[in-house]
Every structure is written in structure tokens, then in C-alpha cells.
């Protein structure tokens, strides 16, 4: 008797993980499918179907519409990320570990940071892109990106520093290491899980944005979201929806692949101090 | 020289008009080994942290070998101090941690590696030292928090309660081994504790600090022996020393106190009290070993310069070394320690003699010692 409850539990809990696998996995299904189509298989088939040859002119012919614009998300996105989680460790490492009169008010105010709605900003930032001289350049969006992930990035850091003890950095300092040296000799070594969760974080941040992309950018300047979204919304000739899908798949394998290398690591940056040891 | 001069430290945080340390004066000889010992929130890791130059003073002087280092930065305080926590560099081995000192002030690489064989042979962990803290046990760990803190020959050593994360055994066995490494050195070394034991063991000399003030500082024996004040006598010692209310009575050339139990009453000679205290109540101190059963149940306390209580034993607690007897006298619970063979059953009626020229007063309001 026991068994079989145990059995049916079983069935029951995986048909609900599967099914749920299904919702997340159909649509990928179908892109990917689409994607090696030809146009007409793309008009005559159904969705579901698989390709009746299987072909890569949509891939080739969505790189080549794309292809620019993918390096520029590269180029806007590395600077953006690395910059970010820097400076949002340095910020964090100073919040924690040498805290000042009023540095938790500073904290605060900056987790507003995390909640501000990006409309808000698009304006004066715009102003403030062009007084600088910086107004639909890359450098100009790397600067936008870094600043609205510093909220993000240095409460990653300041939590996770303000778990590690006080002590390490008395030893440090009594052993005659400085600030810069505390922080890259011993603090940075040991921070690799948050390090991988502000990466991960920020990477899907700046290189999923669109509406800073879509404002501040203009023309070849443009990231691939935006570029994707031009093409998708192209309306001279006929939808060549396999261009489209290849295109979208295009745009998002990069997360994929930095959450496929650093996954495991974001799982436990999230978790870590959530239990001690 | 003195090793290490404190003149009137003064801590207060930030606005608060309570302060932490209420100034602070101790002067320890060069290559001494002081103990800072105390309740927790007596301010002994503030003082601790103030001499390594971790946090500011407010007022006063620090000075080592009789230089000023009020004001200086702390890694140029020239002080090595090992952590409660020990505080080892997680990323790195234990040949890294130990040299890093030595590799942030530019040590040429032979000094380094000569430095790190010494100490690995000194603290016998030469065969860790490519290891990483998280695979070391507990007591590696703190021989390697020690190492670290010898590697640099500093002129003084900060040990900041070091023994409190090891367990019973581990925490005698490194006990002796700091007081041997310590014989062997000769440093000047600060050690903060709570634990009393470790405050007589391993110190040259005491601070009973309490409420940010060092209440007494002198040796093991003088804190032991010749408490300064209530706080002190009942801190130091454990079992801790018996308190009991009891009023002074006789004339001006004898001078006496009484003590009650349910089996009968002694008066005692307390030739150091004051006449004029006459009449009132103080607190008689005695520790559990300076009352001695009279197995035969005599009355033999004259000769003992010592005063026979006829005494019946509540409670008997053997703990091994020796047996902890309890009864009761003027209402108020007293412990006696004996030998394991002379421990009567409880229920047992005898003559508990007190060693009348150990006993100390105290005055039961202001703590302060009277005789």
C-alpha cells in the first residue's frame, strides 16, 4: 500500500515537473525549429513540425543583418559589467569594513537605486549625457549601464562582506597591509561567489536592456536588442520568420552561456549566509 | 624598560557620555607576560584593540619600550596579535599566511623561507604548510594563528582570548604551550581573557579590569591572595570565595565576628577590622580551601589560629582532584574543598576550621576591602 502511494506521489510530482519544463521549453522548441527552416517550409508547415530540410540561411542571413550590432552589446556590455562589479565591490567593502559617520544613511539611499523605474531617469540623463559631450555614444551607455548597476552590485558586496569577520582585516592591517591591499590581497580572493552572481546579474542586465539601448544609442551604435527589434519590426516584403528566430536566438545565446558557466556559482552566491557553515 | 606603558587611556564612542575605558594605567617590564582579565563588556578587548593602534583613544598614552605610539598607524606599532576567531587568510596556505607579513614589507624571499622553517618547527606544523585553513582542525588552526603572529618578531604580542573556540583538552594542552613559548621568547605579551585559569597560570602579572577600570593589577598570587575588592575575590578563583554576611562584635582590643549554622555558632577573631565597625554587617571572604574538616569532629580551632564551626554537610560534589562539600552558615551557602578521602556523606555533622589570618572583608555596600 505504502508503495504504491509513494509511486503515485512520485508520477504525480514529476508529470508537474515536466509539464512545467514544457511551458519554459515549447517556445525555445518552436524558435529553434523555425529557425532552420526555409522560408517556404515557414509558410507551408505548422509550428510543431520539424523542418522538411533542414537549413541555416536564416542563421546566416540573421547574423549578417545582426552580426554588427552583437559586437556593439559586447562592447557597451564588458566595459558595463566589469566596471560595475569593481566598483560595487570597492563600494561594498567600504560600507562594511570601514564604515563612517553615516555610511549606513549613503547605503540606503543608495538601495533606492534598486527601485527607481528606469523611465524616470531617461530625461535628465539625456541632459546630462549631452552637456557632458557623451550624447548616442557607446562610452556614454557604458556610463549609464555602471551607474544604474551600482545599486545592484554593491549591495551584492556589502552583504556578502559584512558576513565575513572583522578580525581578517585587523590581522591584515596589523600585518602592515593597507586598504588597496586588504581589499585585492585578501577580501577580493575570497569573494568568487558574489563576484559570479554580480556577473551574472549585470551581464543580463546590460546586455537584455533595451530601453536605455533605444534611447541613448543611434544607429550603428545601436545593441543587438534594439537591432532585433528593428528587425523584427521591418514591414517591407514578407515575414521571413525564420531570419527572426534565428536572430532572437542569436541575441540570447550570450546569457545562456555565462549562466551555463557561472550557474552553479550564482545558486550558491544567492544562498550563501543563508545558513551558517 | 617598560615594555608597555599605559597612561590614563580614555575610550569614549562616538557622543555617549558613558565611557569605555575610564582611564587606564599599567606598566609592564619588558618581556612580561600581562593578563587583561575580566566580565564581558569590562572593556579589555576595547584596551586590547587601543594598544594595537585598532581604534583611536580619546585620551591618553600608549607607549612601547618607551617609545610613544599614541598616534601611530598600527602596522607600524611593530605588534603581532592573534585572534579569538583566528582570523586566518581563507585563500591562502598556511606558508602564505604565516609570511604575509613578511612579503608586505618587502622581506627578502631567503629571510621568508627561513622565517616560516623556524616557526613551523616551533609550533610543529611543518607538514601543514601547504595546506589551506579550511582543511586544518581547530587547534592547527590557532598553532597557525600563532605562527603567524612569530613570524614577524615583533615587540609585542596581542593575544585576544586565543584558547576560548577549543575544546576542554585542547585548551590546557595550548595553554602550557603559550606559557613555554612565552619562557622561551621572552616577548612582552598582552593576553585577553575571561577565563580565570588561564589569568593564573599564564600571567607575570594580573588586570582585573571591570566597567572600563582595572580594579586590581598585580601578580597571580597578590589578585589570589589579597584581593583588593569584593569584585576581584569573587572573580578570581573557582569555586568562587564563600561570602557571608556576618556582624562584627567584641570591644576595641578584640574584635570578632560569628558565624551560625544549624548546628551550633562560632566566634571568630578578626583581629584586622576596625573597632568603630563594631555592630555592623561586613562580608566575611573565605575561598572553599581555606576551611579544613576536623575529621574527628574536636574542637581544635585554637591551636589552628583558626575558629571550629560545628557544621552538617548538605551536599557533596567529587569533581576527581578533589571533593566540594556545601552547608550552610548564617543562611547563606558556603563551599569547602577537601580531599576525596576525607569527604564525609552528606548529613554528616563536623567542625569546619577556617583559616582566620586568609580571611578577608569587605564592606557589603561599597564592595571596597576592609581588613
Not at chain 2, 12 to 41: C, H, M, N, R, W
Not at chain 2, 133 to 150: D, E, F, H, I, N
Not at chain 2, 179 to 195: A, E, F, G, I, S
Request: a neutral charge; proline letters at 5%.
Amino acid at each position: 500500500m505504502a508503495d504504491t502511494r509513494r509511486m503515485l506521489n512520485r508520477v504525480a510530482i514529476h508529470g508537474i515537473l515536466l509539464a512545467a519544463c514544457a511551458v519554459y521549453l515549447v517556445p525555445l522548441l518552436v524558435m529553434l525549429l523555425t529557425s532552420f527552416k526555409s522560408p517556404e517550409d515557414v509558410r507551408a508547415g505548422n509550428l510543431m513540425t520539424l523542418p522538411v530540410e533542414w537549413t541555416v540561411i536564416g542563421w546566416l542571413k540573421a547574423w549578417d543583418t545582426v552580426s554588427g550590432y552583437f559586437w556593439n552589446s559586447f562592447m557597451i556590455t564588458v566595459p558595463a559589467v566589469l566596471i560595475s562589479t569593481l566598483i560595487g565591490a570597492l563600494n561594498g567593502y567600504v560600507l562594511s569594513k570601514w564604515a563612517f559617520r553615516g555610511s549606513n544613511l549613503l547605503f540606503s539611499l543608495l538601495l533606492f537605486g534598486c527601485f527607481i523605474p528606469f523611465q524616470v531617469i531617461l530625461l535628465p540623463m539625456s541632459f546630462t549625457l549631452g552637456k557632458l559631450g557623451l550624447a548616442n555614444t557607446t562610452t556614454g551607455l557604458v556610463i549609464v549601464h555602471v551607474i544604474y548597476g551600482l545599486a545592484f552590485t554593491t549591495l551584492f558586496f556589502r552583504n556578502y562582506y559584512v558576513g565575513i569577520p572583522d578580525a581578517l582585516i585587523k590581522a591584515a592591517r596589523l600585518d602592515g597591509a593597507g586598504f588597496f591591499t586588504i581589499f585585492f590581497r585578501i577580501l577580493l580572493p575570497m569573494s568568487t561567489p558574489i563576484v559570479m552572481v554580480s556577473l551574472i546579474w549585470q551581464f543580463t542586465q546590460v546586455w537584455n536592456d533595451f530601453l536605455f539601448g533605444i534611447v541613448f544609442a543611434s544607429g550603428e551604435a545601436q545593441p543587438i536588442t534594439v537591432a532585433l527589434n528593428n528587425l523584427v519590426n521591418t514591414s517591407t516584403g514578407a515575414k521571413e520568420y525564420n531570419v527572426d528566430m534565428a536572430a532572437a536566438m542569436i541575441a540570447g545565446l550570450p546569457t545562456l552561456l555565462v549562466y551555463v558557466v557561472a550557474g552553479k556559482y550564482f545558486i550558491r552566491g544567492l544562498t550563501s549566509g543563508v545558513v551558517k557553515g | 624598560m617598560a615594555g608597555l606603558e599605559l597612561r590614563g587611556v580614555r575610550k569614549t564612542y562616538g557622543s555617549a557620555s558613558l565611557e569605555t575605558l575610564k582611564g587606564i594605567d599599567l606598566k609592564v617590564e619588558e618581556g612580561q607576560f600581562l593578563i587583561l582579565v575580566g566580565p564581558s563588556g569590562c572593556g579589555k578587548s576595547t584596551l586590547m584593540n587601543a594598544i594595537a593602534g585598532l581604534e583611536s583613544i580619546t585620551a591618553g598614552s600608549i607607549l612601547i619600550d618607551g617609545q610613544d605610539v599614541t598616534d601611530v598607524e598600527p602596522k607600524d606599532r611593530d605588534i603581532a596579535m592573534v585572534f579569538q576567531s583566528y582570523a586566518l587568510y581563507p585563500t591562502m596556505t598556511v606558508r602564505e599566511n604565516i609570511s604575509f607579513g613578511l612579503r608586505i614589507r618587502k622581506t627578502p624571499v631567503e629571510r621568508i623561507d627561513e622565517e616560516v622553517a623556524r616557526v613551523a618547527a616551533l609550533l610543529q606544523i611543518e607538514p601543514l604548510l601547504e595546506r589551506k585553513p579550511a582543511q586544518l582542525s581547530g587547534g592547527q588552526q590557532q598553532r597557525v594563528a600563532m605562527g603567524r603572529a612569530l613570524a614577524r618578531r615583533p615587540r609585542l604580542y596581542l593575544f585576544d582570548e586565543p584558547l576560548s573556540n577549543l575544546d576542554a583538552k585542547l585548551r590546557v594542552e595550548m595553554r602550557t604551550e603559550i606559557k613555554l613559548m612565552h619562557q622561551r621568547l621572552k616577548t612582552t605579551t598582552v593576553y585577553v581573557t575571561h577565563d580565570q585559569v588561564e589569568a593564573m597560570t599564564l600571567g607575570d602579572c594580573v588586570a582585573v579590569m571591570k566597567d572600563g577600570e582595572v580594579q586590581q593589577f598585580g601578580t597571580p598570587e597578590t589578585i589570589y591572595k589579597n584581593p583588593r575588592n569584593l569584585f576581584v575575590a569573587s572573580f578570581i578563583g573557582s569555586p568562587p570565595m564563600n561570602f557571608v554576611p556576618v556582624s562584627v562584635a567584641g570591644n576595641a582590643q578584640r574584635v570578632s565576628v560569628r558565624l551560625n549554622s544549624d548546628e551550633g555558632t562560632a566566634v571568630i577573631d578578626a583581629p584586622g577590622l576596625d573597632p568603630a565597625l563594631i555592630g555592623r554587617t561586613v562580608l566575611l571572604g573565605i575561598r572553599p580551601e581555606q576551611i579544613a574538616l576536623n575529621a574527628h569532629g574536636e574542637r581544635s580551632g585554637q591551636e589552628h589560629d583558626g575558629a571550629g564551626v560545628p557544621t552538617r554537610v548538605l551536599v557533596v560534589e567529587p569533581t576527581g582532584p578533589d571533593t566540594l562539600l556545601y552547608a550552610e552558615w548564617n543562611g547563606i551557602k558556603v563551599c569547602c574543598r577537601v580531599a576525596p578521602d576525607q569527604a564525609p556523606a552528606a548529613g554528616t555533622a563536623s567542625i569546619w576550621t577556617i583559616d582566620a589570618r586568609r580571611a578577608v572583608y569587605f564592606d557589603p555596600e561599597s564592595g571596597e576591602r576592609l581588613a
